[in-house]
């Protein structure tokens, strides 16, 4: 059973940059397909990007496309997100999620339903 774990989250000013982590736990890890996802103060929870088991091939959300990226080291049981270039409505809270599901050409991987594990939550907030 792999757990997951997202830290990382902050204060950041407009334009500047943060790197979430999400460490999981479990010796099934690297057969897991990963993703970020986020949900601001009144709104529903929204993908943000995604990653194959292997780390070659990923999905991102159309506003966060060339400032954000996503990364994987099995070695070390962790997702990354970089994100640059923030913006204050990329605040919010993030949260990373794990599926055993396998990953497809049809970006299921973009979509709540596909993940079955996911953590507690990082803070984001984007001063302007």
């Known amino acids: 059973q792999v757990q997951v774990a997202e830290s990382g989250g902050g204060l950041v000013q407009a334009g500047g940059s943060l790197r979430l982590t999400c460490a999981a736990s479990?010796?099934?890890?690297?057969?897991?397909?990963m993703g970020w996802f986020r949900q601001a103060p009144g709104k529903e929870r929204e993908f943000v990007a995604a990653i194959n088991w292997s780390g070659g091939s990923t999905y991102y959300a159309d506003s966060v496309k060339g400032r954000f990226t996503i990364s994987r080291n099995g070695a070390a049981n962790t997702v990354y997100l970089q994100m640059n270039s923030l913006k204050p409505e990329d605040a919010a809270v993030y949260y990373c999620a794990a599926s055993s599901s396998r990953w497809s050409a049809g970006n299921a991987a973009t979509r709540a339903p596909y993940y079955n594990l996911w953590g507690q939550g990082t803070q984001v907030t984007v001063s302007s």
């Open positions: 479990g010796r099934t890890f690297s057969t897991y397909s």
